[in-house]
């Protein structure tokens, strides 16, 4: 196995390695979000700095997503996180745009960067990079950033529509832990229909 291989499938591991960690410390009784509401402002200092710069090199943004729901309360959570969201978004726009050889270099892999660039229409390359799922977060900024897409364009359609993914992961986690499991699927289910309908619209709209 090559050494690019073997870091493919550890980065595959650590979520549910995460996911398994946090059912063992449910399973026997710990509960670790007392220690977030005892250290309150050095907690939410400390997970504002990272959900700010870890997505800048790779790391996945719905981790946070739902680390907000299970460890504060939703309002709370959404603050932080869009707030952190946004922040993370602007720097990585800057990063793109006076690194941008660069980092056309490193996304040349990657088939979509081919199709972003010659995309004329930049509002719908915006909406579809951010909107439909499979393109990791880190990609779809430094993307955007390197595609020429306009600031204001970029913040607006990037923000509302990773708010979106973001209240509605955090509504799931926190609800986790106060509902029972067939509502928490229905919930799932509802986002993954929606998610469905977004692609096949969007494809339509390409077919045309």
Do not use: C
Not at 55 to 73: H, K, V
Not at 170 to 184: A, E, N, R
């Amino acid at each position: 196995m090559t050494k690019k291989k073997l870091i493919a499938r550890l980065k595959l591991l650590w979520l549910p390695s995460l996911l398994l960690v946090g059912l063992l410390l449910v399973y026997f009784g710990y509960d670790w979000r007392i220690y977030f509401r005892q250290h309150h402002n050095i907690a939410i200092g400390i997970f504002i700095l990272l959900m700010i710069f870890l997505p800048l090199i790779g790391f996945p943004i719905s981790s946070f997503y739902l680390f907000a729901g299970m460890a504060y309360e939703p309002i709370i959570g959404f603050s932080v996180a869009s707030l952190s969201l946004f922040v993370n978004m602007v720097i990585a726009y800057v990063l793109a745009s006076i690194y941008k050889e660069s980092f056309q270099r490193l996304l040349q892999k990657h088939d979509i960067l081919k199709s972003a660039v010659n995309q004329k229409n930049l509002l719908r390359l915006t909406i579809i990079i951010r909107a439909v799922p499979g393109v990791p977060y880190w990609l779809q900024n430094y993307l955007l950033g390197v595609s020429g897409v306009p600031f204001h364009t970029y913040i607006i359609v990037s923000w509302i529509v990773q708010s979106t993914y973001l209240a509605g992961m955090i509504y799931l986690s926190y609800i986790s832990f106060q509902v029972t499991p067939w509502k928490l699927f229905a919930g799932i289910a509802i986002i993954v229909v929606m998610v469905v309908i977004l692609r096949v619209f969007l494809n339509r709209g390409e077919d045309k």
